[in-house]
């Protein structure tokens, strides 16, 4: 069952009984001594992938982290309507822009309560105190909060966030004011990102005060639709409704992360009605999860990109030629049949077309081994050459199997002579040595947080990108980060998609990395169960889901 290709040619039957013993005595221990059909008929049971790093998304930007505690525990200043793809009134409720660009005003919204637990009681509503504490963490380094749990804010360091903010000002109690030092046509954006939530500066201020400061990342408060309960790392997350949430939204009284890392022990679980919904179907099992009448299979235009990056820190990688020769060793459209079964779109740039950035006449890689083979050879990397090719050891939406396209992307590098060996670890560790640069190129991706290009041309390749750990692909151009800073200091559409393009034309020359797919997103649940609807920009939500009785 470990196989998510298992299910294919397995009689459902059998699969139901194996589902049904095997499901349920893993669900009984992910879900300690709460009988399974309490639980289900008091909430919603979402089967994850796997256990968030963090229950605070400014330290982290993994998916599985945003999907456990952004939307389900958290609010932010704005929010992206799921349907629009507009900036909406968030935690505040109105703001205006200076007419030089440089300063935001924002009206916060009154009465907003944060959660009760039986580990903090709040004494007040949210106000701009929980803002500046909130931003200013992450913003400033000598910020009490700033070191707290060895915190590196990822996000914000990728996109140089904390160097373009000059000020962040406390006008009154439900006023502030954030002052940036040059215009930024993306702050507004980056503000409704999944990672901009607003913390409870009350509640750490408790904490400082009794010397446990890094418990404001692992048992948090915030003013989101539901509250933390109780976590076991492996197995499950409990959340129960937040009764005085502001937005009022009639959310299911429990919600219950089963984490599950097995793709085909989430589809069985599915199945018998032991999840109502799962994290990452499998490419292999959308077609099961279709003909069931019993279940329901949203799909959308992903905001995302897998890609090959190469560490250009490293020799021979850091030669371009180099990098355009393995880049047309491999055949892209191979690549997307035999992973993402028709279930995504050839990348030629970073940004997809469902982005108003896209370029139709971008320039893109052409499979032609014998050139490849010809340029390692003008630029002296013999026959035999050895490299690690890293594959992720998690399915994400981006790139369903990177140990199956590691493999297919063996095949092809041997047959110019040039000998792959495929590397993994597990999740955490595979992230942390990548940062430090121990790889010689990787198949990964992203997932963009926001509308806004930015979000792809920042955080995957530019300097600063490099040292928040974003930057895959160590890959440090003052001349593309002059472009991308330029793209900011505009907000007319056409002059930015002009910029965007120059910015096209330096990676199709340079190839820090090499773009594969553009991906499909895909959300399966229970037909009984209402309101969850797939975020093109970030994280589940789970405000408002209910089942129907």
Not at 133 to 158: G, T
Not at 159 to 181: A, Q
Request: glycine content about 6%; charged content about 20%; some cysteine.
């Amino acid at each position: 069952m470990n196989n998510p290709f298992y299910l294919l040619n397995y009689p459902l039957e059998r699969l139901r009984q194996h589902a049904v013993i095997a499901g349920l005595a893993l669900f009984t221990l992910g879900c300690g001594n709460q009988h399974t059909t309490d639980i289900n008929q008091a909430g919603v049971i979402y089967c994850s992938e796997g256990s968030p790093l963090h229950f605070n998304p400014q330290l982290d930007t993994s998916g599985t982290t945003s999907d456990a505690t952004s939307h389900q525990i958290y609010d932010r200043l704005l929010d992206y309507d799921v349907e629009s793809g507009r900036i909406v009134p968030g935690l505040a409720s109105s703001w205006l822009i200076s007419e030089d660009g440089l300063t935001y005003t924002f009206q916060l919204r009154k009465q907003v309560s944060f959660h009760s637990t039986d580990y903090f009681s709040p004494s007040r509503y949210f106000n701009a105190d929980d803002v500046l504490f909130s931003i200013n963490r992450w913003r400033l380094e000598d910020h009490p909060y700033h070191q707290v749990s060895d915190a590196q804010y990822p996000y914000f360091m990728s996109l140089g966030l904390p160097e373009s903010i000059k000020s962040v000002e406390k006008i009154n109690g439900y006023r502030v004011e954030i002052t940036l030092y040059q215009p930024d046509s993306s702050f507004l954006a980056n503000l409704a990102t999944d990672f901009a939530v607003m913390l409870s500066e009350e509640y750490a201020n408790m904490l400082m005060q009794s010397g446990t400061p890094e418990l404001l990342d692992s048992q948090p408060i915030g003013t989101g639709p539901f509250v933390f309960q109780e976590f076991r790392k492996d197995r499950f997350i409990r959340y129960k409704r937040h009764g005085e949430y502001w937005k009022g939204i009639d959310s299911a009284e429990h919600l219950i992360f089963d984490i599950t890392p097995s793709s085909s022990l989430r589809l069985a679980k599915l199945m018998t009605g032991e999840c109502d919904a799962i994290a990452l179907p499998a490419q292999s099992e959308l077609e099961i999860i279709r003909q069931r009448p019993d279940m329901q299979l949203e799909e959308k235009p992903g905001l995302n990109i897998g890609f090959w990056a190469f560490n250009t820190l490293k020799p021979p990688f850091d030669n371009p030629a180099v990098r355009r020769a393995l880049a047309m060793a491999i055949d892209k459209n191979t690549l997307l049949e035999a992973v993402y079964f028709g279930s995504a779109s050839r990348a030629k740039t970073l940004v997809p077309a469902a982005s108003w950035a896209y370029q139709v006449d971008a320039q893109d890689t052409a499979y032609n081994p014998v050139l490849a083979r010809n340029l390692l050879d003008a630029h002296g990397v013999e026959p035999g050459f050895e490299m690690n090719l890293w594959a992720m050891p998690v399915e994400r939406a981006y790139n369903p199997n990177a140990t199956k396209m590691a493999e297919l992307i063996q095949q092809y590098l041997s047959e110019i002579d040039v000998q792959a060996n495929i590397v993994s670890y597990d999740w955490t560790s595979f992230r942390q040595r990548l940062a430090e640069g121990h790889h010689d190129s990787v198949l990964i991706g992203w997932s963009a947080d926001n509308g806004d290009p930015d979000n792809f041309y920042r955080p995957l390749l530019t300097c600063a990108a490099i040292e928040s750990g974003t930057n895959r692909a160590m890959w440090c151009s003052p001349e593309y980060d002059d472009i991308i800073n330029q793209a900011l200091k505009v907000t007319d559409i056409e002059t930015r998609k002009a910029i965007y393009a120059q910015a096209n034309q330096l990676l199709s020359e340079q190839l820090p990395l090499v773009p594969i797919a553009h991906a499909l997103r895909y959300q399966a649940h229970r037909s009984e169960l209402n309101g969850l609807v797939i975020n093109p920009f970030g994280a589940t939500r789970f405000a408002g889901v209910r089942k129907m009785q």
